[in-house]
């Protein structure tokens, strides 16, 4: 075979190739066109590196790195910027109030809870205690900043919830039932006196102490602190304290006083261990 032909049958070989199909790439150690799916270069015997295997590498290291970053957002920074949603596998997020982690309610359930005791005459929560749960309901022992301030009583204010839908069931003070079956029966307020009602109490109160004091410019009453309101049935109020005078000889003496009102107006003055 001469030269000439030889030539042309190597030029003809990868042709006749390529018309059965057969897929080709270069191998990167000798330069020899070898099929595409072969490991191995049937030319110089080089191993062929898959070009897939990167690729497929980093799919699970990015998985591996999503997951890192969650967990530090979740467990060290709890979510800075709130999800718009609720993820499932953390279950619901609890609102971060007193409220809120007291009662284990959401923020949106907190929200429907806030309403129905701000209604009921509620200010700013400020402690919530379970008191007792069952499988239905639990009850709660809820303070507000006025009530704890105001009302003068060692019993809770009882707060029961229905499990099932973290709603408001009712609210009871002592034997005065607040909230039941939807809607206020008398708000809590109606149980205690709030700073402006005992300013008025108590300009009524000095007028009528000093009217019976034989040197009334001499009286001298303690502080707001030292004053004690009283509510009583109905409509009936009490106010004790104190007063030092002098009397007509110019004797200083402290005397102890109670008033009593009735629908907000005046009704007797008693100094307390005196004779009238």
Known sequence: MSAKEKKAKKEKAPKAKKEKGIKTKVCPACQAEIPKKAK??????????????????LIPLLLVLLLVGAAVSIF????????????????????????????ELTKKQEEEVLA?????????????????????????????????????????????MKNATKTVDSVQF????????????????????????????????LTAVKSRLEIP????????SSW?????????????????????????EERAFVAYFEDGAFVSLEFEGEEE
């Open 217 to 224: 410019e001499t009286a001298v009453f303690p502080s707001k």
């Open 40 to 57: 191995v270069c049937p030319n110089c015997n080089e191993k062929q590196k898959s070009g897939k295997k990167p690729v497929l590498l």
């Open 174 to 205: 002592q034997d005065h039932s607040i909230y039941a079956h939807g809607q206020v029966v008398s708000p809590i307020t109606d149980y205690y006196l709030d700073m402006a009602e005992r300013d008025i109490y108590l300009s009524l109160t």
């Open 76 to 103: 060290v920074f709890h979510f800075p910027i709130d999800p718009p949603f609720e993820l499932p596998f953390l279950g619901p997020k609890i609102s971060e109030t007193v409220l809120g982690e007291g009662m």
């Open 116 to 160: 129905v005791l701000n209604e009921c005459g509620f200010g700013e929560i400020t402690q919530v205690d379970t008191i007792k749960e069952t499988s239905k309901s639990t009850t709660y022992a809820v303070n507000d900043t006025s009530t704890e301030r105001f009302l003068d009583s060692e019993e809770p204010i009882v707060v029961q």
């Open 228 to 252: 004690e309101y009283t509510m009583g049935e109905g409509t009936q109020v009490t106010v004790r304290s104190t007063v030092t005078c002098r009397d007509a000889s110019g004797k200083e």
